[in-house]
C-alpha cells in the first residue's frame, strides 16, 4: 500500500516518495564527502573566523531536519571517540530538485587536533544527532586531503 502512495506522490510531483538520491548533482558542492549511508551524505570543509576553528558541514538526507536545539556530531574510533557540537541551535533542511533531497547545512565548534584526526579519516563512523533521531554513516575513504581555507 505504501508503495503505492509513494509511486502517486512521485506523479504529483511530491519530494516524499522515494526516489534515489543523484549525487551526480552534488558536483556544486565544495568540500569533501566524509560519510554516507541509506539515510545521509555528509560533506565537510574547514573554516577559520576571528581565531575560531569551525567545521563546515551539508547533509543531504531523504527526510527534513529542524531543530531549535542544535546537532552533534559524533565520531566513533578505535583511537578513541569524539563528538563536536554545533555552534547554532536554530537548524533547517532545505529542499533541493537537483538532488532530490534535504540539504542542512551545520558548523561545529573545533579544535586543530580533531581537525588532523578528520583530515586524516581517523575514524569508522560518524553520527549525526538532532532532538532524539540518529543519522549513522560509514566513513568514505578519501580521495585527497581535506584542506581548510587558510591551506587553499
Known amino acids: 500500500m505504501f508503495k503505492k502512495i509513494a509511486k502517486g506522490l512521485s506523479k504529483l510531483g511530491s519530494n516524499k516518495a522515494d526516489v534515489p538520491f543523484n549525487e551526480s548533482a552534488m558536483h556544486v558542492v565544495d568540500g569533501q564527502k ?9 560533506y565537510i570543509g574547514f573554516n577559520e573566523i576571528s581565531d575560531y576553528l569551525f567545521l563546515e558541514t551539508l547533509i543531504a538526507t531523504p527526510s527534513n531536519i529542524k531543530t531549535f536545539d542544535g546537532a552533534t556530531l559524533d565520531f566513533k574510533s578505535t583511537n578513541g571517540n569524539f563528538s563536536l557540537i554545533s555552534d547554532t541551535k536554530e537548524i533547517a533542511s532545505e529542499f533541493s530538485k537537483q538532488v532530490n533531497r534535504y540539504m542542512t547545512e ?20 560518524v ?23 587558510e591551506e587553499e
Open 34 to 42: 566524509i560519510g554516507e549511508s541509506k539515510d545521509g551524505h555528509l
Open 106 to 125: 551545520c558548523s561545529f565548534d573545533i579544535t586543530e587536533d580533531l581537525i588532523k584526526r578528520v583530515q586524516n579519516r581517523d575514524f569508522q563512523t
Open 127 to 149: 553520527t549525526y544527532r538532532y532532538k532524539k533521531k540518529v543519522i549513522v554513516m560509514n566513513m568514505v575513504a578519501a580521495s585527497k586531503k581535506i584542506m581548510s581555507d
